[in-house]
């Protein structure tokens, strides 16, 4: 039996849920959150030291890191970006 694509797509799945925007935005939240984390230990920085560059404090610094957690200002994410020798880039497609 070779039935190519049976069905619907994962997104459009979402979708009919009500779901997508809310697992697209946590999903695009996790991926930033290992992406600076990794830009940190690719640069040695400590949390610590990462929060004291970004001239922030660890409660905001450990928010940006934590994948579930959603609140993160796009000021704070410049400012992370900047730290770690990164550029951020946003766009509506």
Do not use: C, H
Not at 37 to 57: C, D, F, H, N, V
Not at 59 to 81: F, H, I, M, S, Y
């Amino acid at each position: 039996m070779n039935k190519k694509n049976i069905g619907s797509t994962f997104d459009s799945w979402l979708r009919e849920e009500g779901i997508y925007e809310e697992v697209s935005a946590a999903a695009i939240k996790r991926v930033v959150a290992r992406q600076v984390e990794a830009a940190m230990q690719e640069k040695g920085l400590s949390k610590t030291e990462m929060a004291r560059r970004m001239r922030t404090s660890r409660a905001a610094l450990n928010r940006l890191l934590d994948p579930e957690n959603d609140g993160v200002t796009l000021g704070t994410l410049q400012k992370a970006a900047l730290v770690v020798g990164r550029e951020l880039r946003l766009e509506l497609v």
